[in-house]
């Protein structure tokens, strides 16, 4: 959905450009899901090691090539790009920000994780530009899912189907 919406921006039309934000949105519903289900199953252990190596690294080694090849190569703009502070990006940054603090309320406030987690959501709506206010919820959404996996299982295909209907109306009216 990513791939097809920023095709078709390559292509200078915005049709299918609300592909590209459903896209994004569904991954980072699972990026929270996942986040949480990782921290039940195996708590702050090796956080920092594990996204440094499936986020950060991959991205330090195309963002230095790209730099390397089609960019005038700047000390501080390489800095700033592999630390995640300003990347090139959007959303690498973005990801980091939830990272940040996911990672530190849990190991802070874990009891008021909810409550410093919806703050957050508010936070990046009200202050981030627009393409990352747009999906400041989905993340917060995924931890929900996570956190009452059991009972969602246990609802009847007719509930599903409404919470589906609900959710589409919902999404086009957003957009």
Not at 71 to 79: D, G, Q
Not at 88 to 98: A, E, G, L, R, S
Request: hydrophobic share 55%; net charge positive; proline share 2%.
């Amino acid at each position: 959905m990513i791939l097809v919406g920023h095709i078709s921006g390559a292509f200078h039309t915005v049709v299918l450009s609300p592909l590209a934000s459903a896209g994004v949105t569904i991954f980072m519903i699972l990026s929270g899901y996942g986040l949480q289900c990782s921290f039940v199953k195996n708590g702050l252990k090796h956080f920092w090691s594990k996204k440094y190596l499936r986020v950060m690294l991959p991205y330090t080694i195309v963002i230095t090539i790209w730099l390397l090849v089609h960019e005038e190569f700047e000390v501080t703009r390489y800095l700033y790009e592999i630390t995640g502070i300003k990347t090139t990006y959007w959303y690498v940054d973005y990801q980091i920000k939830w990272y940040v603090v996911f990672f530190f309320t849990l190991l802070l406030i874990p009891n008021y994780s909810l409550a410093a987690f919806t703050l957050a959501t508010l936070a990046m709506f009200v202050l981030l530009h627009s393409l990352a206010a747009e999906q400041s919820f989905a993340f917060l959404i995924g931890v929900i899912i996570a956190r009452h996996r059991e009972k969602l299982q246990d609802l009847s295909r007719r509930k599903w189907l409404c919470i589906a209907c609900i959710s589409v109306i919902v999404a086009f009216s957003a957009l």
